[in-house]
Structures are given as C-alpha cells and as structure tokens.
C-alpha cells in the first residue's frame, strides 16, 4: 500500500510539472487574480459590518480574509516555491516542514503588520509607498534570499556527491586489499551488501537519519525568512484601510487568517513534494538512496536558484 501511495505522488507530481510546462500555471495564475479581485467588494464589506457593530460581523471578515489568503495562495508564488523546492532537495519529515510552512505564512502576516503599523505611524507612509516596498525592495530581497538557498542546497549536494563518490574509491580500495592481502574466499569478500551501515568497516556515507530532517535552526530561519519577508499586497490594504477605519485590532485579526489561509496551500505543496520525492526514491532501497540524495539536491537547488535569479532580475 505504502508503494502505491508514493508512486501516485510522483505521477501526481510529474502531471502538475506537464500542466506547468503547457502554461496551465498561466491560466491559475490569472484566474487566482480574477478571484481576488472578486473578493475585494464582500472584503470591504465585511469591513464595514464590522465597524457598524453588526452581529458576527467579526466572524464574516475572518471567513473573507481567510479565503482570500487561499486564492492568493493558489497562485505562482515565492512560499510554495521555496517550501516545495526544499522538500525535494532534503529529505526531510513531513510534519517539520509544514511546520515551516505554517510558521512562514504566519510571519509573513506578521511582516505586513509590521510594515504598515511602522509606516503609519512612525513615517507617515501611504499605502502606494508601503505597496511600493512590498513588491519592489522586499521582493527583491526574498528572491534574493530563495536564490542563496537554491546554492546553498547546490553546495551542499556537491559536497554530498563528491563524499560518496570518494566513499566508494574507499570501498573498491578495501576490497582490493581483502582480495590481495588477506586471501579471503570470495564468499567472505561478497557475503554483505555494501551500504552506510552494513557493518564492514567502510566510510560508505551518511546514514539516513543523518539526512532526514531539517538540517538544523539556520535552515528553518532561511525557509522562514525567505516566505515571510514579502509581505502580501492584499493584507496591506486590509490593515492600511481598517487603521484609517480606526478598527485596526480587525485589521491585524484578518492579515493572520489571511496568513492561515496561505498556510493551507503552503502545506499542501510541502505534502506534495514529499510524496513525490518519496515516490521517486521508493524501491532504491538503502544503498542506492544515500548515493542518490546528493544527486537529488544539487539539481533541486540548481533549480531553485535558477528561477530566484531569474525573478531577481525582473524586479530590481
């Protein structure tokens, strides 16, 4: 059972990288705009019932936002990018890397509160000045941030494959010597499989739990700090107008649904990269996947800074 499941993530996966390549992402893309266009009119509703004092007036704009967040969400963006990017390249638990996700949409949230409360009151901004910052020098500095990542995963694979490419120089030196200098039978020289804990001996390479996981509180503060630094244009317009509004409190209530809402979306790409990368690796066994890894991760990052780079160019 658990191989079908993987398998079907990688299908499922291979399918969503076609769509890409057939410019379906275009179509989300602006259908994901059109939506939240859409929004904007129940958006400033919910607003306003709120500010008259109306019954759950409260619970419709969290509802509002919360599916706006979503919608923005759903389409091409830096989170679900970086979060699924890494998840391919690392071979890291599920559960640490929605915790990411979640952690990262909700500091994004929090950016926005920052940035406007900040520019409000300490320097008199206005909301095309705040905009301007949020999709001018903040994004710069996010697909900044994604790039460093992407070659820092590069790095790492690198690392990674050129130590278990000097792992098995050691081996076959190994077995040479058994064969030469020791005499032994060729049953004894070939009884075991040769893997990072097959006991004979040999730097194979890392175990897998050596390579599962998050690699540490720099990672997750890079993942993190990559997402949330831009904050979403939708949750500054939120919390600019209900400031004005002076109902600031439902302002800063609505940008952290919007962040949940995000968040969905953000751990639902986390679940898929896992799976698909889990259904890439099924079937390899032990041996054959702490080789492959490396491999895995160097080209996951390469792609990774890529495309950042590139998203880089266009906005400075």
Do not use: N
Request: hydrophobic content about 55%; aromatic content about 6%.
């Amino acid at each position: 059972m658990r191989r079908e499941l993987t398998l079907a993530g990688l299908a499922l996966a291979l399918g969503l990288g076609l769509v890409w390549a057939l410019g379906g992402m275009d179509l989300l893309a602006r259908w994901a705009a059109e939506t939240q266009r859409a929004l904007q009119a129940p958006l400033a509703g919910a607003v306003r019932a709120v500010q008259a004092g109306e019954p759950a007036a409260w619970g419709g704009l969290l509802a509002v936002c919360f599916g706006y967040g979503v919608v923005h969400a759903a389409g091409p963006g830096h989170g679900k990018f970086l979060i699924g990017g890494y998840g391919v390249a690392r071979r890291v638990r599920l559960m640490p890397l929605a915790g990411v996700a979640l952690a990262a949409s909700l500091a994004q949230a929090a950016v926005a509160v920052g940035l406007v409360y900040a520019g409000v009151l300490a320097l008199g901004w206005t909301r095309e000045r705040m905009v301007g910052l949020a999709e001018g020098a903040l994004a710069a500095a996010s697909w900044a941030a994604i790039a460093g990542i992407g070659l820092w995963l590069m790095w790492r694979g690198g690392r990674g494959l050129g130590r278990a490419l000097r792992s098995d120089q050691a081996r076959s030196q190994g077995e040479v010597g058994h064969d030469h200098g020791h005499h032994h039978t060729q049953d004894h020289a070939h009884a075991h499989t040769h893997g990072p804990d097959c006991g004979c001996g040999h730097a194979h390479g890392p175990t897998l739990a050596q390579v599962a996981g998050l690699a540490g509180w720099r990672d997750t503060a890079a993942l993190i700090f990559g997402v949330a630094v831009r904050p979403c244009s939708g949750a500054l317009f939120l919390l600019i107008l209900t400031f004005q509004m002076g109902i600031g409190a439902a302002g800063v209530a609505g940008a952290f649904a919007m962040g949940l809402g995000v968040a969905v979306v953000t751990i639902g790409v986390a679940v898929l990269a896992v799976w698909s990368r889990e259904g890439a690796l099924e079937g390899l066994g032990e041996a054959r996947v702490w080789r492959v890894l490396p491999v895995l991760e160097l080209l996951a990052g390469l792609v990774v800074a890529t495309l950042a780079l590139g998203m880089l160019a266009t906005v400075i």
